[in-house]
T-cell receptor, first 118, second 112 residues
Framework: AQSVTQLDSHVSVSEGTPVLLRCNYS??????LFWYVQHPNKGLQLLLK??????LVKGINGFEAEFKKSETSFHLTKPSAHMSDAAEYFC????????????????FGKGTKLSVIP | DTGVSQNPRHKITKRGQNVTFRCDPI?????LYWYRQTLGQGPEFLTY????????KSRLLSDRFSAERPKGSFSTLEIQRTEQGDSAMYLC??????????FGNGTRLTVT
């Protein structure tokens, strides 16, 4: 079984200030974790992924996330918000390919809407 | 790489009618997924194909829903006897083994 909790449904930051979007996960297997971003009326775009290599993962557009097994967290950060970052962000967990889970379901959190104030 | 393509983008139908959506994955991708997203929620898994074989189905996929992927290329998702609760965004994604999913822009279904 697996689940994802995104701790904030809405985060608002000023342009140029840091972004922190929080995610906690639960998984019976060694998980793979992802962050996806969804702009209005668009599909989901992969920001970054963790698949049991380095615990600090760098993604596109200056985002990064740190896998902390002891805290079962995978928070998304960016040093300086840009207006174009305003979107909805989803934290996603799946059993790792080598986990033997036999399932490739992605489980999504409910999403965090990021607003960027000029 | 032209991305994952979904058609139609929008579908409005009356309750009780049947609808069919199409997904064209990235050409070399062997895995294809269907997800459903309702307002204010994250996408929920519906079903998954590896090549032409349907390997997983969610309990969300009632007997009114059927998905196919003939020849392991494009896929169709059919909903029979639509209900208002079926109104949602239906997302298709594809991937190669061991790679993340690439999503299409979705088909928004409205059942009146």
């Amino acid at each position: 079984a697996q689940s994802v909790t995104q701790l904030d449904s809405h985060v608002s930051v000023s342009e140029g200030t840091p972004v922190l979007l929080r995610c906690n996960y639960s998984s019976s297997y060694s998980p793979s974790l992802f962050w996806y971003v969804q702009h209005p009326n668009k599909g989901l775009q992969l920001l970054l992924k963790y698949t049991s290599a380095a615990t600090l993962v760098k993604g596109i557009n200056g985002f990064e996330a740190e896998f902390k097994k002891s805290e079962t967290s995978f928070h998304l950060t960016k040093p300086s918000a840009h207006m174009s970052d305003a979107a909805e962000y989803f934290c996603v967990v799946t059993p790792g390919e080598s986990s033997g889970a036999g399932s490739y379901q992605l489980t999504f959190g409910k999403g965090t809407k990021l607003s960027v104030i000029p | 790489d032209t991305g994952v393509s979904q058609n139609p983008r929008h579908k409005i139908t009356k309750r009780g009618q049947n609808v069919t959506f199409r997904c064209d994955p990235i050409s070399e991708h062997n895995r294809l997924y269907w997800y459903r997203q309702t307002l204010g929620q994250g996408p929920e898994f519906l079903t998954y194909f590896q090549n032409e074989a349907q390997l997983e189905k969610s309990r969300l996929l009632s007997d009114r829903f059927s998905a196919e992927r003939p020849k392991g290329s494009f896929s169709t998702l059919e909903i029979q006897r639509t209900e208002q609760g079926d109104s949602a965004m239906y997302l298709c994604a594809s991937s190669l083994q061991l790679s993340p999913l690439h999503f299409g822009n979705g088909t928004r279904l409205t059942v009146t």
